[in-house]
């Protein structure tokens, strides 16, 4: 499809209508086209958008070799693997006050970096912890959180939305990969 070791991406910013350059390399061009076909994106430009947003929600300016802070807080890339193992050595009995204690530090970043007030904005609190891993939320009622693919146990992430949205749940057992809430 295109002929040089070298392209030139040129991307039109909507709020200011300015035309930008960017010189990719074939492969990383052959990947973004590959995204397209798979329907994964629409377009240079939506790929483009996404991780321009990508970079300013997770400050990526502020990043070094081996240190990556969002805003003053260091996060890493885990995999689910390790932090399954990580879990497996915190005693059952432990599970909600730990996830507790990480709801209070997640409520604290979410507040301090995205100006987010958890307990007041369930939908812009579900949609970060989205973006970053941790499932997706979602509210399938006004009394019933439900969360698919959840990265943490169903007593940990109860404790954590518990400290996050400042309420009380109860715990819907399934026997599928999806946590389900009843606030109380």
Request: charged share 25%; with cysteine; aromatic share 8%.
């Amino acid at each position: 499809m295109f002929k040089h070791d070298k392209y030139y991406l040129k991307t039109q910013v909507a709020s200011m209508s300015r035309v930008t350059s960017v010189e990719l390399d074939e492969e990383d061009v052959r990947y973004i086209e590959n995204l397209i076909v798979e329907g994964r994106i629409r377009s240079l430009k939506e790929f483009v958008e996404k991780c321009v947003k990508f970079g300013i929600s997770y400050t990526l300016d502020r990043w070094q070799p081996g240190v990556m802070n969002v805003g003053p807080v260091r996060v890493i890339i885990l995999m689910k693997k390790a932090l399954e193992l990580l879990v497996e050595h915190v005693p059952p009995e432990d599970h909600e006050d730990v996830g507790r204690e990480i709801g209070e530090i997640v409520s604290s970043f979410l507040l301090f970096q995205h100006q987010v007030e958890c307990s007041q904005d369930w939908d812009a609190a579900f949609k970060i912890l989205s973006d970053m891993g941790w499932g997706q939320f979602q509210k399938s009622s006004e009394t019933i959180i439900q969360v698919v693919s959840p990265a943490l146990p169903s007593e940990i992430m109860k404790g954590c939305l518990e400290a996050m949205l400042n309420v009380k749940l109860e715990a819907i057992h399934l026997k599928i990969d999806v946590h389900q809430f009843k606030v109380l």
